[in-house]
């Protein structure tokens, strides 16, 4: 039959008539830019993640860049982070004329080495990022007092995980100084085009990032900073809003799934350490994606997409690696558990609306892989 990796289609049908009434009254109302619909939504998610304050950006990419921003990062500056992620953690830091300084990860979270990140700290580091990612929790317990005493600041990628919780319940982007969020459409909480959205702790910051993402306006044509154009859309932000009330929901249809795909795999005989089932981890992981460690990776992927089954491997290149970062003189055997996780993932569908028929068809095909 076949299994999407993704198919939002599902998830559209659940809320269609809410989220279209939502989009028709932003269109009657003429404002388009700012205005009360994103400052509802901003409010909303600020109560949902637990922070002091929440400013909507263009995109997580651009959540990134205005917080380093607002750090006054630039040329002469470290930031220290992981090469195993997503381009824009790092592409956002060489835009700012910055050096990214990375350490390696944990094997078993494919998350920051926070012992690795506190170690690598100098006299240049401006700021740390740590990434929860496929959405489960980095571990920085030890890094918030750490670069509040040097006064470094502590950022929060949490573009992948809207909701993922530390043991102590505590929300990615309530932690850090600030938290960058993606709305991009695959993400748990996803926009219907980009968005993004940045936390900080107090209304003092977010009014400078509020500054930041008008291009530096604090009123109109009167420019105290440069800042860009990184405003979230009032059609994205009513589209959000609407999909916020149902989030809570999706995070517990990823996280069954994943416990499906548990039993599935021994029930349909997927030999133990072959395709090793990522750990939930301490806290609660929100499964943005659902992540294996498999042998013989690029075979299996290429059997998986002949079969009709979505897969995706994120990221197939650690960012030390890739050409536009050659600059750094980084080669290969630098960071050992990210390169090896690097030939190891695969991504397999997880969103709620699957079914336990395609659950088991997945791992049924996995299983069929490596019996031969």
Not at 26 to 43: D, H, M, N, P
Not at 156 to 183: K, L, T
Not at 344 to 358: G, H, K, Q, W
Request: some cysteine; charged content about 20%.
């Amino acid at each position: 039959m076949g299994v999407a990796l993704l198919d939002l289609t599902r998830q559209y049908e659940q809320f269609n008539d809410e989220v279209e009434a939502a989009v028709i009254d932003v269109c009657r109302s003429g404002k388009y830019i700012l205005g009360e619909t994103v400052a509802q939504f901003e409010r909303e998610a600020a109560d949902y993640c637990g922070a002091g304050a929440a400013v909507g950006m263009t995109s997580g990419s651009d959540a990134l860049l205005v917080a380093l921003m607002d750090r006054n990062v630039g040329p002469g500056d470290e930031v220290i982070t992981t090469p195993f992620t997503f381009f824009a953690t790092v592409g956002a830091i060489t835009r700012l004329g910055a050096t990214p300084v990375f350490v390696d990860i944990d094997p078993h979270s494919f998350n920051i080495d926070e012992n690795a990140a506190i170690a690598a700290i100098t006299n240049k580091t401006k700021a740390v990022i740590v990434v929860h990612l496929f959405g489960r929790w980095a571990e920085c317990d030890k890094l918030p007092a750490v670069c509040e005493e040097r006064g470094i600041a502590l950022i929060e990628d949490a573009a992948q995980a809207i909701g993922c919780e530390d043991a102590q319940g505590r929300r990615a982007g309530s932690v850090g100084h600030y938290g960058a969020f993606s709305f991009f459409p695959s993400k748990n909480l996803g926009a219907f085009g980009d968005g993004g959205l940045l936390t900080c702790r107090d209304e003092e910051t977010a009014q400078r990032l509020r500054v930041l993402r008008n291009h530096g306006q604090s009123r109109t044509y009167y420019h105290d900073l440069v800042g860009g154009n990184f405003r979230l859309d009032a059609l994205q932000a009513a589209v959000l809003s609407v999909k916020l009330k149902h989030l809570e929901g999706w995070h517990a249809g990823r996280r069954a799934n994943a416990e499906k795909y548990r039993e599935a795999f021994e029930i349909a005989g997927v030999p133990a350490g072959a395709a090793e089932l990522p750990e939930a981890g301490a806290g609660r992981h929100i499964y943005n994606q659902f992540t294996l460690r498999a042998q013989r990776r690029d075979e299996l992927l290429a059997y998986l997409r002949e079969n009709g089954i979505g897969c995706a491997v994120y990221y197939p290149l650690c960012l030390h690696l890739q050409p536009c970062f050659a600059f750094l003189g980084l080669k290969p055997g630098a960071f050992p558990h990210a390169e090896a996780a690097s030939a190891e993932v695969i991504s397999i569908p997880v969103y709620p609306e699957l079914t336990a028929e395609e659950i088991m068809e997945v791992s049924l095909a996995i299983a069929g892989f490596y019996k031969g």
